[in-house]
């Protein structure tokens, strides 16, 4: 891709089309696929984003604590370099209202904003198969037509609720953490209750605290964090930075979960008990997801995992005054980082506040809400404000909410009745012109998400660069390409300890009845991009390409992923 383009002259079609491309959602995929799209190729492009600014996530999340758990100098984008030279990080990781403003940066610079449709939710999109265009539906009753769909809602954008008897009868005010009031909640003087503890809560609840009169955490399952050690960044790192652009997006774009270290090459047990210790500590202090890089092995071999697990929860015992809360806090059951591995500032120091308490609510289970607070393990815990830290119906949700209607009248809902099913997270059998920005079945949440995106949204404006270059007008996966990809999800995913974990929401276990499947692509960013590559390289191989006559349509060749799927080292 080139680095950059001048904007392209104003070619938009009328409100409702037909546009060459309609993008769902302007976050920081949208953005991207927006310029790509329309300055590069110079295509008609209408992106619709139910919100009133951009940002996707970070336009909804803005819960106290709400901040990156990727260092800031490799959250962003690195494909302008004038861009990244005039853009500078405060913190080592940035708050949310940082990094909403610099989306609204971006999208000023390379003046998007022209082309999007704010305050605009789609509720339908359906494919009309003998104009070769999908009709999209707004809540507003609006209707747009496109050659192309490209979803770029986010994988954690659908919020979770969960269903608790009496939670309309609740007195006070209630709040999930994914859409938050833009106007902020007032906790002084208020008494509390947060239910989860995630990463989201793990951010949330040291900020409460402070201001709260009284703070309940409602734990269920037990979590390990690794400090932050965030702070502001000084004159000598930014400068540091400055000077290596090209080798941090390197260093990206070429490890497994696209952050700006390397793994170590070493194993667990190729080093003494002594030096092992000393290489967690060194790590414990730097602080942040490096640590899960001190060993090449945690996420593969369970005793070596184990070193990892040990260590954190003697921390979390040392940190923790009370040994009861303590012992609850470091209940762990499932191995370091096969499920999301937080960072935190303070989160096991808040529970040695005077006005914070623990529920163990896998002990004693959450009963019901009634007008008061929460009642859990037959106690009633008066509560003023419920803080819903709670998560996302994850990777699927977002994409589920939307009737999508592909061919023949197939629903996307249908399609996915099992589980998610696509060929490399972009897209899905049966749908055809319809791409999925970080899909299920790609790196997305296993990945530093601003490197994962990137690599999309080129991926699919080469690709729809190429259909328009040969006169193709669709493109599908084959079913049997579908297959090969799935299994081969499955089969990096299980070379990991990361499908171990029944409760996790890689595999959906969050949301009551959603398929478990383990939806991410566990294999790793960098060979994710190989196999990518790979197929593109092989004229598309696995996609079915034509006109919009099916029998017209070239065989698909499968298998084009096999020999760059053998190589590479498997994400951590």
């Known amino acids: 891709m080139a680095n950059d383009a001048a904007p392209s002259p104003d070619r938009r079609p ?332 303070g989160y096991f120091e808040t529970f040695n506040r005077d006005n914070v308490t623990l529920v163990d609510i896998r002990a004693r289970p959450i009963e019901r809400i009634v007008p008061g607070g929460i009642v859990a393990g037959g106690r009633e815990y008066p509560l003023d404000i419920i803080v819903f830290a709670t998560g996302f119906d994850a990777m699927t949700g977002p994409l589920l909410r939307i009737a999508i209607e592909g061919s023949d009248g197939l629903t996307l809902k249908e399609a996915w009745r099992a589980g998610p099913r696509t060929y490399l997270g972009l897209q899905v059998a049966g749908f055809p012109n319809m791409f999925t920005l970080t899909g299920p079945g790609s790196p997305s949440v296993l990945c530093n998400l601003p490197v994962a995106i990137e690599q999309h949204v080129e991926w699919i404006t080469d690709c729809i660069a190429w259909l328009r270059a040969n006169g193709v007008d669709r493109i599908e996966p084959a079913a049997e390409a579908v297959e090969s990809w799935v299994a081969h999800v499955n089969e990096a995913a299980a070379a990991t300890l990361l499908p171990t974990v029944p409760h996790s929401w890689y595999l959906g276990a969050n949301v009551p009845g959603k398929p478990r499947v383990f939806m991410p692509y566990a294999g790793g960013m960098a060979r994710y991009r190989a196999i990518c590559e790979d197929v593109a390289a092989r004229g598309y191989a696995g996609f079915v390409l034509g006109g919009s006559d099916r029998a017209a349509a070239r065989p698909a060749r499968v298998g084009g992923f096999a020999a760059a799927a053998a190589s590479g080292s498997v994400g951590v």
């Open 14 to 345: 009328a409100d409702g089309g037909p546009f060459d491309a309609i993008v769902v959602g302007a976050g920081f995929s949208g953005l991207y696929q927006l310029h790509c799209l329309r300055d590069r190729l110079g295509l008609s492009v209408r992106v619709l984003e139910a919100g009133s600014g951009v940002g996707g996530t970070w336009y909804w999340n803005r819960y106290p604590g709400a901040r990156c758990d990727s260092e800031s100098h490799s959250y962003g984008y690195f494909f302008s370099r004038e861009l990244l030279e005039e853009w500078e990080w405060t913190e080592r990781y940035p708050e949310q209202p940082e990094i909403l403003r610099y989306l609204n940066h971006v999208a000023d610079r390379f003046d998007l904003k022209r082309d999007i449709s704010f305050d605009t939710r789609v509720t339908a999109a359906r494919r009309d198969a003998a104009a070769n265009r999908w009709h999209v539906e707004t809540s507003a009753g609006e209707r747009l037509t496109a050659t192309y769909l490209i979803l770029a809602v986010g994988c954690l954008s659908s919020a979770n609720v969960p269903k608790i008897p009496g939670l309309e009868t609740f007195a006070g005010a209630w709040y999930h953490t994914g859409e938050w009031p833009h106007e902020g909640v007032d906790f002084t003087g208020k008494r509390v209750g947060q239910i989860g503890t995630g990463s989201t809560g793990i951010q949330a609840a040291p900020v409460i605290a402070r201001s709260a009169a009284h703070l309940t955490v409602f734990q269920r399952t037990p979590n390990y964090s690794v400090p932050a050690r965030n702070g502001p960044l000084g004159a000598e790192f930014k400068r540091w930075v400055r000077e290596r652009h090209d080798e941090i997006r390197d260093v990206v774009r070429t490890t497994p979960n696209g952050h700006p270290f390397r793994i170590a090459e070493r194993k667990a047990f190729d080093v003494t008990d002594e030096e092992r210790r000393a290489i967690y500590e060194a790590a414990w202090e730097k602080g942040g997801l490096q640590f899960r890089a001190s060993f090449r092995d945690l996420l593969v071999d369970k005793r070596a995992n184990d070193t990892a697990a040990a260590f954190i929860k003697e921390k979390i015992r040392a940190i923790v005054k009370d040994k009861a809360t303590a012992a609850v806090l470091a209940a762990i059951d499932h191995p370091y980082a096969a499920k999301r591995p937080p960072i935190d500032s």
